[in-house]
């Protein structure tokens, strides 16, 4: 039998508690940002019932859509796809954080487009920590020179580092790569004021990135099952 979301939170939250729990963390210290692509706007209406309220989406137009459909609800809309130039306006104008900066000229981006009436747009830098080719994200050598230009830019708050790390079963090698992140967020965080966020874990690894410091863990699969393909 396919499990409630409900159920599937309190698992996920569970889960998150225990790994607190072990890492000598306060459960508080880690927030659960519900990634929705593909799912419709009912589900996030009862995710929301559950009381989540932090929801993340990588497709703009389908993003646009639900934070449309959903506007009576008083939820924290996170963009963490891959971002085009062409596309920055949209994001500045309907969400509250957005996870995928990876270079400069999408920072300015939104800077300049963030309506002056909203708080400045929260912001991680999105890093290539496994170094994989083809793969979102800066090079971690030149995150100290971006994290630095992107901090001083008035329409964003830039919050610390995101990372999709390569994909493995072998614990300790991801573990090493959220090791490898948190240590670059503080090497950042002499320079650069503000930082407080790790924005890493995902359905498979949410356990060794809680344990290296994740802040933020974007979890899709594990609330919500396997996802419905795009395009059929
Ligand atoms: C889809 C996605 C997730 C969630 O992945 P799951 O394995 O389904 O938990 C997290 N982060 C990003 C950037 C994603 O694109």
């Known amino acids: 039998m396919k499990a409630s979301i409900e159920e599937n939170i309190a698992q996920v939250t569970e889960q998150i ?35 989540l309220n932090r929801f993340g989406e990588n497709y703009l137009q389908e993003a646009l859509d639900k934070i ?3 506007s009576d609800l008083d939820l924290e809309w996170h963009f963490i796809g891959p971002i085009q130039s062409n596309k920055t306006r949209p994001i500045a ?13 999408i920072g300015q981006r939104l800077s300049d ?17 496994s170094r994989e080719q083809s793969k979102s994200g800066c090079l971690p050598e030149e995150a100290p020179e971006l994290a630095k ?3 001083q830019l008035p329409g964003i708050r830039l919050r610390g580092l995101m990372a999709i790390p390569k994909a493995t079963d072998d614990e300790q090698e991801q573990r090493r790569a959220f090791a490898d992140l948190r240590q670059l967020l503080e090497q950042l965080a002499a320079d650069v004021p503000g930082l407080d966020t790790l924005s890493m874990g995902m359905s498979g690894d949410l356990v060794p990135a809680v344990a290296e410091g994740a802040t933020i863990v974007r979890i899709g699969t594990a609330l919500f099952g396997a996802r419905i393909p795009k395009n059929v």
């Open 149 to 151: 230009a992107l901090s």
């Open 113 to 129: 487009q963030r309506p002056e009436a909203m708080p400045p747009l929260n912001i991680c830098l999105q890093v290539n920590i």
């Open 68 to 70: 449309d459909a959903l």
């Open 17 to 51: 508690a225990d790994a607190c729990r072990h890492a000598g963390r306060p459960v508080a210290s880690v927030s659960l940002l519900a990634v929705s692509k593909t799912r419709p706007a009912e589900d996030i209406r009862a995710a929301h019932a559950c009381g």
């Open 93 to 105: 104008e309907h969400f509250h954080w957005v996870h995928s900066v990876d270079r400069l000229k």
